[in-house]
């Protein structure tokens, strides 16, 4: 595996659609509010968000890394 260096001195870019719309949907949970206080939330919904997480953060780090 080649070393990647992250890129220095850049501002980083905004976050894109996706990544917010994951950070939205982790944040639901622990909020009981009127609209979120009879959400169950499963084993199995943390593992899709455990993944969806981890699918996200791969690819950002190659859209954001350079190789060297």
């Known amino acids: ?3 990647v260096r992250p890129r220095v001195g850049l501002k980083p870019p905004a976050p894109s659609p996706q990544v917010e719309d994951l950070f939205n949907t982790m944040s639901r949970e622990g909020r009981k509010d009127e609209v979120t206080k009879d959400f169950e ?3 199995e919904y943390a593992e899709v ?3 969806a997480s981890a699918g996200m953060l791969k ?3 190659a859209e954001h890394s350079v190789v060297v």
């Open 41 to 43: 939330y499963t084993r």
């Open 1 to 3: 595996m080649p070393f």
């Open 59 to 61: 690819r950002l780090s």
């Open 49 to 51: 968000l455990t993944i």
